[in-house]
């Protein structure tokens, strides 16, 4: 296509009552007079009871990324909002059984796996349909990228304007907070990041001591001098100017780093203001979004540039029985709202696969072939959805998503500057390991090690778990320095561990609890040393459980190992 016939399909798709004076000012230009714009959306509103500042930010920032504010130390407000996935859950291993309570039936989620069920002395207590294994959300993780533009967050929008302090329930921010809103949420869910009965008041108390971002690595370089050398008390005090580390400073902070995470620079932004030309074929994906999809994603028109990427829309489309998740319905009580839910943006959808809610659809090509058939359930849907048959009918499929893929921010897609972070430590190689498998007891299954937490020195609550086992059995722990991946058979017993003098032997710490065959479950809590000399020994586990149903009187596990940092 010729540049004056591009230059026309351009100035055709733009629409001339949706055009800004300032795109109309661009496409005068001749294409190498047009300077890069900086940012294209104009900055995200910010309630006037919490004013960014640089530090402000990176204090955000450095909270969001570390996983200490869990109660495991194992999840970050980031592990659920990895940016080369556009800010989605790239765990699509992980699942929820769902109302049905059976895993591999069509009510599956793909949800974002979080913490064991436990209490908060770090023991296992065991939850409906995961046991001790990490809970999984019933909702995919949404994007917190351009989120600060969004009036309400969450999938049901029950994070709104208003913001109250989690702990006095007063009102701190009336208007434009809903970051600071849902930011409170995840840290003391039992499911999401805290054990039971978590408070935010917990929560303040147990963060001024810690070394902001100890368990990360590859520390953006900002980042990594800002928090060098200083305590999240010095750090609060930085940048409030005054000592304290309340609930409401850390979500002011959090609040603030995501309102940097501002995505404007796909190919699509810059089309928008005259610095990118559609091919042929994405700009006839884009003539059929305009067509059928833009009443509910608005965030496509070019009144992006003088408003930003604002979604205030709850539909039902028809992913599945209203009976399975109420949606905005359990928020407003109104029948209207049965089913329905936030209308996701669309910047960046490529990367954040499977989609909608429960993440029901693998890929885009799927999901744009659920809107051509119409959606899956049609109680209380959107009579829109139904309208969208006929018109996609013969449509080319593939030039929408190719559209799509046009919205592609690069700087998500590589983790570059404001998408830059550190990586974890569960993205990391100190995770513990499991070796082999265990021996038969009680239920026909071998008992299972659960080792999840981070070994790090001076952890006051290492736990260990046991699944699968004999309800109301003993438990212990036979310990080692060393381990074998090749097992050494010891009365009827695959034993993993070395055998070297340094063997000792550690309680369970009681009898196992559950019910079942073999549905018992037990955990050991201890704390792990502070010495520095220890950085680095690693320690090796395995369960032994009495249990007449093992061999000579006994059903082991696998072994588990750890290494200390």
């Known amino acids: 296509m010729g540049s004056e016939r591009r230059r026309r399909v351009h100035c055709f798709l733009l629409m001339p009552s949706l055009r800004t004076i300032s795109s109309l000012l661009l496409l005068a230009l001749p294409p190498l007079a047009r300077p890069l714009a900086a940012q294209i959306l104009p900055p995200p509103p910010q309630p006037a009871g919490n004013v960014s500042t640089p530090d402000k930010i990176l204090l955000g920032k450095a909270l969001f990324w570390d996983e200490q504010l869990s109660s495991t130390r194992t999840v970050a407000c980031g592990t659920c909002h990895i940016f080369s996935s556009g800010g989605s859950d790239p765990r699509t291993n992980a699942r929820n059984p769902g109302p049905d309570g059976?895993?591999?039936?069509t009510d599956d989620i793909h949800g974002s796996p979080g913490v064991v069920r436990q209490d908060s002395l770090g023991r296992y207590l065991g939850a409906t349909g995961f046991g001790i294994d990490p809970q999984v959300t019933t909702r995919r993780a949404p994007s917190p990228i351009n989120a600060a533009y969004q009036p309400n967050l969450f999938w049901d929008g029950r994070a709104g304007g208003a913001f109250n302090d989690p702990v006095t329930g007063l009102n701190v921010l009336p208007l434009g907070a809903a970051l600071e809103s849902q930011a409170a949420g995840p840290p003391i869910s039992e499911v999401e990041m805290g054990h039971v009965g978590r408070s935010w008041t917990s929560i303040a108390y147990?963060?001024?001591?810690?070394?902001?971002?100890?368990?990360?690595?590859?520390?953006?370089?900002?980042?990594?001098?800002?928090?060098?050398?200083?305590t999240y008390a010095q750090l609060f005090q930085q940048v409030y100017g005054s000592p304290g580390v309340t609930p409401t400073r850390i979500l002011f902070a959090i609040a603030a780093y995501q309102r940097t995470l501002v995505s404007d620079q796909s190919p699509y932004d810059r089309f928008l203001v005259g610095q990118h030309m559609l091919s042929a074929t994405e700009a006839q994906g884009l003539q059929i979004f305009n067509a059928l999809c833009t009443s509910c994603h608005q965030d496509v028109s070019?009144?992006?540039?003088?408003?930003?990427?604002?979604?205030?829309?709850?539909?039902?489309?028809?992913?599945?029985?209203?009976?399975?998740?109420?949606?905005?319905?359990?928020?407003t009580q109104n029948p209207i709202d049965l089913g329905a839910f936030r209308i996701p943006g669309m910047r960046n959808v490529?990367?954040?696969?499977?989609?909608?809610?429960?993440?029901?659809?693998p890929t885009l090509l799927d999901a744009v072939e659920f809107y051509r058939r119409g959606g899956d359930f049609h109680q209380n849907q959107d009579p829109a959805i139904l309208n969208i048959i006929g018109a996609m009918s013969g449509v080319d499929r593939g030039r929408v998503v190719a559209f799509l893929q046009t919205m592609t921010d690069p700087r998500v897609a590589n983790e570059l500057p404001p998408f830059d972070r550190p990586r974890l430590w569960s993205e990391g190689p100190l995770l513990p390991q499991t070796i082999g498998t265990g021996t038969v007891?009680?239920?026909?299954?071998?008992?299972?090690?659960?080792?999840?937490?981070?070994?790090?020195?001076?952890?006051p609550r290492y736990t260990v778990g046991l699944a699968d086992c004999a309800p109301g059995a003993f438990p212990f722990v036979v310990w080692d320095l060393a381990a074998n991946q090749a097992p050494t058979t010891l009365l009827g017993h695959a034993v993993y561990l070395a055998q070297t003098p340094a063997m000792t032997v550690g309680s369970g710490g009681g009898l196992t609890q559950g019910s079942m065959p073999a549905g018992g479950f037990g955990s050991i809590t201890f704390a792990l040393p502070s010495d520095p000399s220890f950085a680095g020994v690693s320690l090796f586990g395995q369960w032994l459980?009495?249990?007449?149903?093992?061999?000579?009187?006994?059903?082991s596990s696998n072994a588990?190992?750890?290494t200390m940092f």
């Open 545 to 555: 459980v009495v249990d007449a149903q093992g061999p000579v009187g006994f059903a």
């Open 560 to 562: 588990f190992g750890f």
């Open 350 to 361: 490529e990367l954040r696969a499977p989609y909608f809610h429960n993440g029901g659809a």
């Open 102 to 105: 059976v895993y591999g039936t």
């Open 302 to 331: 070019p009144t992006v540039l003088s408003t930003g990427p604002v979604l205030m829309t709850f539909h039902n489309i028809g992913v599945r029985p209203n009976s399975e998740d109420p949606g905005r319905f359990a928020v």
């Open 206 to 230: 147990d963060l001024p001591s810690r070394t902001p971002l100890a368990l990360a690595t590859n520390v953006p370089a900002p980042l990594a001098a800002f928090v060098q050398g200083q």
């Open 441 to 459: 007891g009680s239920g026909g299954l071998p008992p299972r090690a659960v080792a999840l937490a981070p070994a790090y020195l001076g952890n």
